[in-house]
């Protein structure tokens, strides 16, 4: 009897590395699959592709499996980073790595690892795949709830989850390291990327300015006074405190300075003194483009939990507003949630199951009362 074949996606880090060794363990034919998704200036100095490349190269050859490489550069451009530089010139602030997973890692990888005559394929993710009783596919929380990233991963479909396995979703990072350490790894004690998907760990304001033409404008409190200039409103997000040039002003009650809001229209930052500032609080939100791993949207009422940005404890909720078939809906939240961004994803559980999300468009804010007169225009419309 043939083994099961089973593509695994190799970015020359730890985890993809001990994903494709357990499986090997397990009894499945593998194949590494190495994936190039970027190639402008790819100089070595931020992006690391060749290092990866070689890494990659390394482990296959000391775990004993066959490794394919694949460019997927032109569709990454074409469905993730058009996207990506559609919505920061909304002002809104995306998630690349939300989309790409979606499109690329599970669309593109998949389609791949399909034709190349797999069963199923695997990547290192910290998340878990549960079939229930009724032959429906679940997306749970990996065990290791500190690693987990089921959040990035709340795109996917009944069909992406039923080919795919995350053989790490059922231990702590600890660990994998471990098991990499003794099997003689020579990526073991790699650090972890935290760049963007694929592009690298590079300067984030002069990458972007690369792409997007940006234009300084004034930088004004929520009583509309002037306090300072911005330097484009691409390149500032809700809740952001760093890089804002207000650190030093005597302005004001002397509490940090954070970006609250934006006033497309007029190219008008709106920055507020405080963490607690009202117009940092929201209790309910509105969210567009919606994917649900189950097919259908949840009921309106429903009480669960959710997440509005990946390094955040679940907060109560419940679901409202589900309008056009499920094409929107909203959240109403137990307890203000912090700096609300549009173009972030809000991500629904119930306990440990994934049920999917959308984007957030607008959030309501605990006083809106003291919103500028501008309110309606601080973000034009998701399309």
């Not at 009650?253 to 920055?271: C, H, M, Q, R």
């Amino acid at each position: 009897m043939s083994k099961q074949k089973v593509v695994v996606g190799m970015s020359g880090g730890v985890d993809s590395s001990v994903t494709a060794w357990l499986l090997k363990e397990q009894g499945y034919e593998v194949i590494g699959l190495f994936m190039k998704n970027w190639e402008d200036d790819d100089d070595g100095e931020y992006c690391s592709t060749r290092q990866d490349w070689i890494d990659v190269v390394s482990v296959a050859d000391l775990i004993g499996i066959d490794l394919e490489a694949v460019n997927f550069a032109a569709e990454y451009k074409d469905r993730v980073f058009a996207e990506f530089l559609r919505e920061y010139s909304a002002g809104r602030t995306p998630n690349p790595d939300v989309l790409c997973n979606a499109e690329i890692k599970f669309k593109a990888f998949l389609d791949h690892a399909l034709a190349l005559g797999a069963q199923t394929i695997a990547t290192g993710h910290y998340a878990r795949v549960r079939e229930t009783p009724a032959g429906r596919f679940e997306l749970l929380k990996a065990l290791d709830h500190t690693k987990d990233q089921s959040y990035f991963l709340h795109r996917l479909n009944q069909a992406q989850l039923s080919k795919t396995l995350f053989p790490l979703g059922e231990m702590p990072k600890t660990q994998v390291r471990e098991i990499a350490a003794q099997i003689g790894l020579p990526n073991a004690k790699k650090k972890d990327s935290t760049g963007i998907c694929f592009i690298g760990e590079r300067p984030f304001r002069e990458f972007l300015n690369r792409y997007l033409p940006t234009q300084p404008g004034p930088m004004k409190t929520p009583d509309g006074k002037l306090v300072g200039e911005h330097m484009g409103l691409a390149f500032y997000t809700f809740g952001q405190r760093k890089g804002i040039g207000l650190g030093g002003s005597k302005e004001g009650s002397g509490e940090p300075w954070f970006a609250a809001a934006k006033d497309i229209p007029s190219n008008t930052l709106y920055v507020v003194q405080g963490h607690d500032h009202p117009w940092l609080l929201s209790h309910t939100l509105s969210a567009g483009n919606p994917s649900w791993i189950a097919g259908e949207p949840p009921a309106e009422g429903l009480s669960c939990s959710a997440k509005t940005r990946y390094r955040q404890a679940d907060a109560a909720c419940t679901v409202s507003a589900v309008t056009n078939g499920g094409a929107h809906f909203g959240l109403r939240f137990s307890d203000a949630q912090w700096a609300v961004t549009p173009g972030q994803s809000a991500v629904l559980y119930d306990g440990e199951v994934c049920l999917g999300g959308g984007i957030i468009e607008t959030a309501a804010e605990a006083a809106p009362a003291l919103r500028a007169p501008q309110q309606a225009a601080l973000l034009t419309p998701r399309r």
